[in-house]
């Protein structure tokens, strides 16, 4: 079975700093990964899907980024916070199961 | 694109039976999930469903019609810690990619 490891749990940062969050997969490889956020009382808004390797799709234009430099690692970045870059990131592999999330919270 | 639909919230009592509904519209079908989300935490897989019918699970069941672009899930025997939010999610297309509702939030009172 697939395991989705996600660190760290809970994050504060200033406006304008930058961010990277990182997503690791155990039990499959080559497994389809995404990325989610749930803002407050929302559903979850996909930000980025990958196939594979350096494939990277963004559903959403935004302030953030997504890399995949190995098979069972997928990475959000960005390079300045917004305020509105607050919520819950959740990475995902297969629709089945998903990492235990980082709150962000801008200030 | 994608269409999903379920109630904002529902509430009901220790010990009783719950229907939440879901419906869509979309093209390209793959399967339905269903997820239990509790304040604070990740999504927790429930169901899968990819062909009409009934999937019992313990206290839980999923039911899926792809004619009528609908499913349910039913919990039985309700206990105060089932209170959550439900999200029902639909995979279509080729590329696989999970589009979620905005989820039932269920309120269990004593």
């Known amino acids: 079975s697939q395991t989705i490891h996600q660190w760290p749990a809970t994050l504060v940062q200033p406006v304008g700093s930058p961010l990277s969050l990182e997503c690791t997969v155990e039990?499959?490889?080559?497994?389809?990964l995404y990325w989610y956020r749930q803002a407050a009382g929302r559903g979850l808004q996909l930000l980025f899907y990958s196939v594979g390797i350096g494939q990277i799709s963004s559903e959403v234009p935004q302030n953030l980024s997504a890399s995949r430099p190995q098979d069972r690692q997928f990475i959000l970045s960005s390079k300045k916070l917004l305020l509105s870059d607050s919520g819950f990131y959740l990475c995902?592999?297969?629709?089945?199961?998903f990492g235990s999330g980082t709150r962000l919270t801008v200030v | 694109g994608q269409n999903i639909d379920q109630p904002t919230e529902m509430t009901a009592t220790e010990g009783a039976i719950v229907q939440i509904n879901c419906t869509y519209q979309t093209s390209g079908f793959n399967g339905l999930f269903w997820y239990q989300q509790h304040a604070g935490e990740a999504p927790t897989f429930l169901s899968y469903?990819?062909?009409?019918g009934l999937e019992e699970k313990g206290r839980f069941s999923s039911f899926l019609s792809r004619s009528k672009g609908y499913s349910y899930l039913l919990l039985k025997e309700l206990q105060m810690k089932d209170s959550a939010s439900y999200l029902c999610?639909?995979?279509?297309?080729?590329?696989?990619?999970?589009?979620f509702g905005r989820g039932t939030s269920l309120i269990v009172h004593p």
């Open positions: 469903n990819v062909l009409d």
């Open positions: 995902a592999g297969q629709g089945y199961t």
């Open positions: 039990g499959t490889s080559n497994p389809n």
């Open positions: 999610a639909v995979w279509s297309g080729g590329s696989y990619i999970p589009t």
